[in-house]
């Protein structure tokens, strides 16, 4: 391990990230609306902080391993969620360490939970800050410092192998910077065309840019604390849910049919793309069944609601924590299977929720034929047994964290429904839940430690649980 290439890596991530506080400060002195020396302050002093631990390494590292990445990956998350609540402070939006903490925290992982209030009257600045971290953590800022750091002399393989979300089927080019640079390409992309659609169905420009940061990113924090709630338009609402379900492809996919000229036939032939697509539509049907026909919502409600949660992304245009039991243990499911690998959504992802099943029903028929041989396949390709175990691996710590996560959160005197829906919506990086933190609410009431340990849960989802877990074992520190 090259602790001293870690700690300059490190060091870069927070140059780059305090240089992007220089933004919302742009955004202050455009609308007037005050905090511009503040986060010119907050700016200066991260990306102080980062040059000194850039210059007590001795320069660039030649190489790093992947032990170097899963370090630096785990780190990066922490280390920039601490120092992204900097502004909350220093513009005293929040005179609370903690909310402050789990404000940052949240908006990097995209989570998309919430303990401020009076959005719809807070400073710009702020508001396009949440908005910002959101946008960043989404791709993941250190795949953007894999695109920069070959002009600084590093190899970014083992960094993206770490933080790519979820698993990627291939790489899109030879090298892995080029890839990252693609998948950045394709981001802007669509986020840009999401602001303009947005800003034509009717959306004011300032809120069409912070939605649109936050749709494409899967967060789900808006500019109103009614979030897109706010906005009676189904032009709006029929955009983002367009978008919330682009964002939730795989984005390798994104790439290979653009380079095919736009072809759908690229996506019909993927099969979590098709399987994705039948469990959305699965849902919305079911849900809708339960709510439309009992007249406790309307069709654009469980359409907009439904597929903000099955992707992750945490908007909402009415509580649905008031709809039925049933329907609340459909939407807590939706966010554990979560968007497709390779996108910028939470949850378990759909590609390892289709394989476990069909590794049950492997089981299953070989009860009935014991000395068959039975493969698991996804598409055409039989699927090695490591990669089942694996996957199966990743299941039980991913429960375990959520069971873990869940009963800290209630032995701080939170009620069960509450602990157990914030758990769910924190390690699914979805946002809201139900109970106390329900759509209509926020996470503002919940006791401080509950908070840490919910950031916890956000930054464990984030990682996809291994990334930290491999950080744990004794032999990953040996030389």
């Known amino acids: 391990m090259h602790i001293k290439g870690v700690v300059w890596t490190l060091g870069i991530l927070i140059v780059l990230f305090g240089f992007g506080m220089l933004v919302p400060a742009l955004v202050a002195v455009y609308y007037q609306s005050g905090h511009a ?26 190489q790093l391993s992947h032990k170097d990445g899963f370090l630096i990956v785990a780190l990066a998350w922490i280390v920039l969620s601490l120092l992204g609540s900097v502004p909350f402070l220093t513009t005293g939006v929040t005179h ?18 919430t303990v401020l209030t009076g959005l719809d009257n807070m400073p710009h600045a702020i508001l396009f800050w949440r908005s910002m971290q959101e946008w960043l ?7 953007l410092a894999v695109a920069v750091m070959p002009l600084l002399g590093v190899g970014g393989m083992q960094l993206f192998k770490a933080e790519t979300p979820g698993p990627v089927k291939d790489k899109l080019t030879a090298r892995v910077t080029e890839t990252a640079k693609v998948l950045w390409f394709i981001y802007l992309g669509i986020t840009f065309v999401t602001g303009v659609c947005l800003w034509l169905a009717g959306m004011g ?5 912070n939605h649109a940061m936050t749709t494409v990113a899967i967060g789900g924090f808006s500019t109103h604390d009614a979030s897109v709630g706010y906005y009676d338009s189904l032009w709006i609402r029929g955009v983002i849910v367009l978008f919330m379900l682009l964002a939730g492809i795989n984005f390798t996919l ?39 026909f009992t007249g406790k919502g309307s069709w654009d409600e469980v359409v907009f609601n439904t597929i903000a949660v099955a992707t992750t992304t ?6 649905y924590g008031l709809w039925s039991p049933g329907v609340a243990m459909l939407l807590l499911l939706a966010m554990f299977v979560g968007a497709c690998a390779g996108s910028t959504g939470g949850g378990m992802k759909v590609v390892r929720v289709l394989l476990l099943f069909r590794q049950g029903m492997r089981e299953v028929r070989r009860l009935i034929h014991p000395h068959a041989v ?17 996957l199966w691996g990743f299941f039980v710590l991913y429960m375990v964290c959520f069971a873990v996560v869940a009963i800290l959160v209630a032995m701080t005197g939170v009620d069960m429904t509450t602990a157990i829906s914030a758990a769910a919506a924190s390690i699914t990086n979805t946002g809201p839940g139900f109970g106390n933190v329900g759509p209509a609410e926020n996470y503002a009431s919940l006791p401080d430690m509950s908070k840490i340990v919910l950031m916890f849960g ?21 030389k």
């Open 374 to 390: 039975i493969h698991v396949k996804f598409g055409k390709q039989s699927v090695k047994g490591g990669v089942v175990q694996a």
């Open 314 to 319: 945490g908007f909402a245009v009415s509580d």
């Open 205 to 209: 420009g300032f809120d069409a840019v």
């Open 137 to 143: 953590g989404g791709m993941g800022i250190i795949v």
């Open 37 to 62: 020396d503040e986060f010119v302050l907050a700016g200066l002093l991260v990306a102080m902080l980062g040059v000194l631990m850039m210059s007590t390494t001795g320069g660039a590292p030649k």
């Open 96 to 113: 609370s360490v903690v909310d402050a903490l789990f404000e940052s925290t949240s908006g990097l992982t995209t989570t998309g939970a």
């Open 254 to 292: 994104h790439f290979a049919a653009l380079r095919k000229g736009f072809s759908v036939t690229t996506y019909l032939r993927d099969e979590e793309f098709r399987t994705y697509i039948k469990w959305m539509f699965s849902l919305i049907v079911l849900i809708g069944l339960m709510t439309v």
């Open 458 to 478: 956000m930054v464990l989802g984030r990682l996809e649980i291994f990334t930290f877990f491999v950080l744990l074992v004794p032999e990953f520190w040996r």
